[in-house]
């Protein structure tokens, strides 16, 4: 609930009090993706200064950027590059933030990964379709 709603206070409070960073719910979410779907950038940076693991996957392969780039967070996904987040992570299905961007029509955080070095040579986006 801190992740969805930014909530930097509830969060330090759980995390103080043994909270883990990296704790997963019953659908394999992490606190850092839930930051990430929200673009709750107080949370992440908070979360990540903690511990948590910037390229750790749920049980699809998405990895908090995946997330970011579908929900267009581009604070969040600006942060977890800057702390080393893989721009082309695969998911299960071999698929890059930057095609979630592209599928999602999320410009802005399309345009980040590709100043940041995302690969954009033989992106196959008819999945789209």
Do not use: C
Request: aromatic share 6%.
């Amino acid at each position: 609930v801190a992740a969805r709603y930014n909530s930097l206070d509830v969060a330090r409070l759980l995390i103080d009090r043994g909270a883990e960073v990296d704790a997963r719910n019953k659908f394999d979410s992490t606190s850092l993706q839930f930051a990430a779907r929200y673009n709750s950038l107080d949370v992440a940076r908070l979360l990540i200064d903690r511990g948590a693991k910037v390229d750790v996957r749920d049980k699809t392969g998405f990895t908090s950027l995946h997330v970011a780039a579908r929900y267009n967070s581009l604070d969040v996904a600006r942060l977890l590059i800057d702390r080393g987040a893989e721009v082309d992570a695969l998911d299960e299905d071999g698929f890059t933030p930057l095609q979630f961007a592209a599928a999602a029509n999320k410009l802005d955080v399309a345009r980040l990964l590709i100043e940041d070095g995302a690969n954009t040579d033989g992106i196959d986006l008819s999945w789209m379709k």
